[in-house]
Every structure is written in structure tokens, then in C-alpha cells.
């Protein structure tokens, strides 16, 4: 049985292919678009995944859609009764969306001749929310767990949770939009001063150079309710009604400025792009991000009391806040926590194809998913092809000549593009198109700044680990596939790892496996076997676009920038 997922017209938009329950292929359209969190109808990432699974639409059995016009139709009829004369511009938006969601058999017509009313007897519609709980817990190793969904808006809903059993999912209740912990959290990111779509991450990298002083004053925002839920005082955030986030011809999206004028009275003017970053612009930064953990573990705390489960399983868009992961099992009852690694909206694809697999379908539950490999591959052949036609000088190793070429020049201050095997789904580069350093040395945030990411200095490098040394190094010891979750470096190691301990002295860890990542883990091992360290600096490969996604843009990134190496395969191009 072949299930194809898909996220359409909204941000990060993206593509699922699952054969009798295994995943396939997924990927995101912006990595095709070279447009950031393109959101259009992902046509290129559905051709990817057809191919990939070697079926034609026709072969489909099921199509997936991420998106439930008819969810919580009631309640949103109510919200434009009762909040009249506040906008045509949401209004139009919404019918826009609509239509262009009606349209969207047209769309799958015109990457193959199907019969239109078979193709319409495959589709199945999945509420945003329910997408994201299946995209975690069916994917998770857990039999039964506690399921959360947490993001700015969806099918007209922010927060969901329910229960997971086997290959059913249970909503238990949910929070109706406007009241979002995205909006709040978005809200204060712009305010700071970063006002591009998913720069809230900023915020997070930039908390641990504050302290909290602010949360009290926050607390008027965002109130903590008594169910386990929460609600914002909408004086201090946009009219909902007026749009929050609007997709224009290009596809990029675009969210509206979510403060008020009640919102700077109260807590400052806005921080103007550009103007000095304070320590009041710290503070509140860290006092964002501490009531956000609050709000998380206050949601946790009931939903484990209301379940008596041990294990949970979280998805959206500030389910990507990996710093607030990191603390769930010391602060709330939980064990064990599962993210995957498109826990964004890029997720919806994977999670819509899972709900009908399991929910819908009824199939029995798979195998967890640990790899985010599941994007594009290229052959020796074709990079070498792409090389020869530009007079561009290679050498071509076996695997363990590359692993110790490769070790010996990260030890050499190199600063490495690693582009081997598939592009992994979701927003973090595991090895699959990563750019590489040595963790060891202290000008190593400079080097990469220099050379290739010119970005804000306060934002942290990510360490990968051999996932058998985790425990060596890190306070926790946990499986963290996907770059999911933060955890405090050991006192006497941080000063090992300078380039990748955050000021706050945490990493955001990737655990590399043997089994899912056999070649970035050789390398890994390799340069261990040199430095006595089981880990390189990741971060992702790419400057100022999407990562990378053929060889030909890994290869224009290199010529770019100042990479030193770059690898592609068993191919080696230096300068
Ligand atoms: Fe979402």
C-alpha cells in the first residue's frame, strides 16, 4: 500500500512517501525552490517521492493532505461573527487559501494525467494538528504515549494533546487560535528586532546571555489555566482578524507584525534590525524563553497527570525550541521524550501519510524512525561529471582513506562541506549536508563565521557525538537523532569543546548512530581515534538559502565562501 503525504500552502511545504507503512522518500520543497520555508503546492517534492518509490500517481492508493478546511468550521464562522469589521485582508486570505486548497486535485492533474474523480477518491483531508501528533508518535518506538502539538496556528488551532495507543491516536482537547504559544513567542522575536519567519531561534541562542527578569511582566500576556492549557491577552497581540501570515506570489511567507501598541507601553519600544543588542535585549530574551519552558512543562504536568504515561510524543513549530526538550524529563514526570526530525510544518507530509496509514487504515504499526535521511542521493559518477565539465581539479578516495584525509584537515583548522549520502528531512544538517570543524578549537565560532556563515555571533554551533560517548560528555544520556534537544557539557569537558559549548555551557547534541549514519560516524570515529574528542562542530550546509541539495549547489556554496575542503561522496575538492 502506497500512502503520499503532503504539506501544501503553508510555510515549509513538503512531501511523504510511505510503501506498506515504511517511509521512503520526504523532503522539502524549499530545497528544490532554493526559496527558504517555500509554501506553495510542493509539485517537485511529489515528483521526488514518486520516483523515489518507483510508482505514478495513478499507483497511489492514498494521498495525504495536511490541511482540514472543515476543522472547527463552527468555530471559526463564531470568531468572524463575533469580531466583525476587523478584516477583509483575513477574510480574503482565508478564502484564497481555500480555493487554492479545492484547487489542489488541478495541481496533482498537471504533474501526471490521472482520472480526475479516481484521484479525488484518494485524497483524504488531515486536520494540521492531527498531522503533527501522528508525525511523532507513529513514527516513535512508544506502544502507548502522551502526544502534544504546539505551534503559532493551524486549521485554526495552536495546541493539541491527546493519548497514542498502538495505531490509534485520541485528542483529548486543544487550544482555538488566536491564543498561541507561536504568536506569543513569535511576538517577542519580533520585537527584538528579528522580524524574518523562523527567526525565533534567535531568541533562543541569544537567552542564555540574560537572565530572566521579565517573566513577571510576561505573565500578563500568556496565562497559565487551570486545565493544563493557556490563553494570551490579546491587547498585546495583533488583531487576528487583520492576517498573521500571508503568502504572496512568491510563496515566501510573511507574518505581520504580532506586537501592539499595548505591548511596547508596557515592555519598551521595539528593538529597530540592526540597532545594539543591550543586556535589557538579553534579558528579555531570556525571560521569553524561560516562560515558554514554564508553559511547556505547565501543558507536560497535567497532560502526564491526565494520562499516567511515561513516555510523550511532540511536534510543531515550538516543539523546535530544543532548549525547552532538553529540560522535559527534569522537569516534568516524563522519561522519555520523542521528537522527529521534522517536527516543523515540513512534518505535516510525514504526519497526514502516517494518520491514514495507522488512523485511517487501520495497518499495523512500523519500525521507529531514526534516520532523517531521507532526501536526495547523487552518485560518484554524476559529481564527477558536474566537476570535469567546469576544469575543476579532484582527488577520489576510498571510504577509509576520505575518513582519515578528511580527520587530518579538520585537525588542521579546515573548515569541511560534507555532502554524502541522502539530504535529511526537517531544518538540521546530520551529516548528510553538513558543513564540519574541530570543536576543540576556541576561534573555531570566528573561523566559520569568517569563512562562510556570516551570522550573528551569539548564535551557537552544534556538536556531533558518537552516541556511545554521549553519557562521557553530557549531563544527560539520551538517543537525540535529530539535533532535538540541548543538554548541560559536563563541567570538565566544556573547555574541550569550546566551539560548540554555548555560553550557558550547553550543546544542542546530535547522537550520532553506526546503523543510521554509518559514514559520518566513521568519520567521527576517525578523527576520535586522532584527537581523543568522538566529536565534530555541525552545522548546516549552506549560506544564507536552503541547505544545499545537489552537488552542483554544494559546489557553488564552496567556490562562494571560504571552505577549505569540500566532499562530495568519495570525491574531494580542495583549494
Ligand atoms: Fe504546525
Known amino acids: 500500500m502506497t500512502v503520499l503525504g503532503i504539506n501544501a500552502y503553508h510555510a515549509d511545504s513538503s512531501a511523504a512517501i510511505f510503501v506498506n507503512g515504511k517511509m521512503i522518500a520526504a523532503i522539502e520543497e524549499e530545497r528544490f525552490r532554493r526559496v527558504k520555508h517555500w509554501a506553495g503546492f510542493p509539485s517537485m517534492s511529489v515528483a521526488f517521492c514518486l520516483k523515489e518509490a518507483g510508482v505514478t500517481l495513478e499507483q497511489v492508493d492514498h494521498i495525504a493532505i495536511g490541511r482540514d478546511p472543515m476543522a472547527k468550521l463552527g468555530k471559526k464562522l463564531l470568531f468572524l461573527l463575533k469580531n466583525p469589521g476587523g478584516g477583509f485582508a483575513a477574510v480574503k486570505n482565508r478564502l484564497n487559501n481555500a480555493q487554492?486548497?479545492?484547487?489542489?486535485?488541478?495541481?496533482?492533474?498537471?504533474?501526471?494525467?490521472?482520472?480526475?474523480?479516481t484521484l479525488k477518491k484518494k485524497i483524504h483531508n488531515v486536520e494540521h494538528h492531527r498531522s503533527h501528533l501522528a508525525s511523532a508518535f507513529f513514527a516513535s518506538p512508544y506502544e502507548e504515549a502522551a502526544l502534544l502539538?504546539?505551534?503559532?496556528?493551524?486549521?485554526?488551532?495552536?495546541?493539541?494533546?491527546?493519548?497514542?495507543?498502538?495505531?490509534?491516536?485520541?485528542?483529548?482537547?486543544?487550544?482555538?487560535?488566536?491564543?498561541?504559544?507561536?504568536?506569543?513567542?513569535?511576538?517577542?522575536?519580533?520585537?527584538?528586532?528579528?522580524?524574518?519567519?523562523?527567526?525565533?531561534?534567535?531568541?533562543?541562542?541569544?537567552?542564555?546571555?540574560?537572565?530572566?527578569?521579565?517573566?513577571?511582566?510576561?505573565?500578563?500576556?500568556?496565562?497559565?489555566?487551570?486545565?493544563?492549557?493557556?490563553?494570551?491577552?490579546?491587547?498585546?497581540?495583533?488583531?487576528?482578524?487583520?492576517?498573521?501570515?500571508?503568502?504572496?506570489?512568491?510563496?515566501?511567507?510573511?507574518?505581520?507584525?504580532?506586537?501592539?501598541?499595548?505591548?511596547?507601553?508596557?515592555?519598551?519600544?521595539?528593538?529597530?534590525?540592526?540597532?545594539?543588542?543591550?543586556?535589557?535585549?538579553?534579558?528579555?530574551?531570556?525571560?521569553?524563553?524561560?516562560?515558554?519552558?514554564e508553559l511547556i512543562f505547565h501543558i507536560l504536568t497535567h497532560l502526564?497527570?491526565?494520562?499516567?504515561?511515561?513516555?510523550?510524543?511532540?511536534?510543531?513549530?515550538?516543539?523546535?525550541?530544543?532548549?525547552?526538550?532538553?529540560?522535559?524529563?527534569?522537569?516534568?514526570?516524563?522519561?522519555?521524550?520523542?521528537?522527529?526530525?521534522?517536527?516543523?510544518?515540513?512534518?505535516?507530509?510525514?504526519?497526514?501519510?502516517?494518520?491514514?496509514?495507522?488512523?485511517?487504515?487501520?495497518q499495523q504499526r512500523q519500525p521507529a524512525i531514526w534516520s532523517a535521511y531521507t532526501g536526495s542521493k547523487f552518485s560518484n559518477e554524476e559529481i564527477e561529471t558536474?566537476?570535469?565539465?567546469?576544469?575543476?581539479?579532484?582527488?577520489?578516495?576510498?571510504?577509509?582513506?576520505?575518513?582519515?584525509?578528511?580527520?587530518?584537515?579538520?585537525?588542521?583548522?579546515?573548515?569541511?562541506?560534507?555532502?554524502?549520502?541522502?539530504?535529511?528531512?526537517?531544518p538540521r544538517a546530520l551529516g548528510g549536508r553538513s558543513i564540519l570543524a574541530d570543536p576543540r578549537r576556541s576561534d573555531a565560532k570566528d573561523l566559520l563565521n569568517a569563512k562562510i556563515k556570516r551570522r550573528e555571533s551569539?548564535?551557537?554551533?552544534?556538536?556531533?557525538?558518537?552516541?556511545?560517548?554521549?553519557?562521557?560528555?553530557?549531563?544527560?544520556?539520551?538517543?537525540?537523532?535529530?539535533?532535538?534537544?540541548?543538554?548541560?557539557?559536563?563541567?570538565?569537558?566544556?573547555?574541550?569543546?569550546?566551539?560548540v559549548t554555548h555560553v550557558d555551557g550547553t550543546g544542542r547534541l546530535q547522537s550520532v548512530d553506526a546503523e543510521v549514519s554509518p559514514g559520518y560516524y566513521a568519520l567521527i570515529e576517525a578523527f576520535r581515534q586522532k584527537t581523543g574528542v568522538p566529536i565534530l562542530l555541525n552545522t548546516s550546509f549552506n549560506e544564507n538559502e536552503p541547505i544545499v541539495n545537489t552537488p552542483q549547489e554544494a559546489l557553488d556554496c564552496f567556490l562562494r565562501t571560504s571552505m577549505d575542503m569540500l566532499v562530495m561522496e568519495n570525491i574531494i575538492v580542495e583549494r
Open 100 to 117: 487554492k486548497v479545492s484547487s489542489i486535485e488541478d495541481e496533482f492533474l498537471q504533474l501526471q494525467q490521472v482520472d480526475k474523480a
Open 304 to 362: 502526564q497527570k491526565r494520562t499516567c504515561l511515561k513516555n510523550v510524543c511532540i511536534a510543531g513549530g515550538v516543539a523546535q525550541n530544543s532548549v525547552a526538550n532538553g529540560k522535559i524529563t527534569r522537569n516534568t514526570a516524563f522519561e522519555h521524550v520523542y521528537i522527529p526530525s521534522a517536527g516543523h510544518d515540513a512534518g505535516i507530509s510525514m504526519g497526514a501519510a502516517l494518520y491514514v496509514h495507522h488512523q485511517t487504515l487501520k
Open 386 to 426: 558536474i566537476l570535469q565539465a567546469k576544469n575543476i581539479s579532484y582527488k577520489k578516495l576510498s571510504d577509509d582513506e576520505l575518513y582519515n584525509y578528511v580527520a587530518d584537515r579538520l585537525i588542521d583548522a579546515g573548515v569541511v562541506g560534507w555532502f554524502r549520502g541522502r539530504s535529511e528531512f526537517g
Open 149 to 293: 502539538s504546539i505551534d503559532g496556528s493551524g486549521d485554526f488551532t495552536t495546541t493539541m494533546i491527546g493519548i497514542g495507543r498502538g495505531n490509534h491516536i485520541e485528542v483529548i482537547d486543544s487550544v482555538d487560535f488566536p491564543h498561541s504559544a507561536g504568536i506569543f513567542y513569535t511576538a517577542c522575536t519580533q520585537w527584538l528586532g528579528f522580524p524574518h519567519y523562523g527567526d525565533e531561534y534567535k531568541v533562543m541562542g541569544l537567552a542564555p546571555y540574560g537572565s530572566p527578569k521579565y517573566v513577571d511582566a510576561l505573565r500578563e500576556l500568556l496565562e497559565f489555566t487551570d486545565d493544563g492549557l493557556f490563553r494570551l491577552n490579546l491587547n498585546y497581540f495583533r488583531n487576528p482578524k487583520q492576517g498573521i501570515i500571508s503568502y504572496g506570489d512568491d510563496h515566501i511567507p510573511v507574518v505581520a507584525t504580532l506586537y501592539t501598541d499595548v505591548f511596547e507601553q508596557k515592555l519598551g519600544k521595539a528593538r529597530q534590525k540592526g540597532e545594539e543588542l543591550t543586556q535589557f535585549h538579553k534579558d528579555f530574551a531570556a525571560s521569553v524563553q524561560r516562560i515558554t519552558e
Open 458 to 499: 551569539f548564535r551557537p554551533f552544534a556538536p556531533s557525538i558518537l552516541k556511545e560517548y554521549v553519557d562521557e560528555y553530557f549531563e544527560l544520556n539520551d538517543v537525540v537523532p535529530f539535533m532535538e534537544k540541548v543538554f548541560p557539557i559536563k563541567k570538565e569537558k566544556q573547555s574541550l569543546i569550546p566551539a
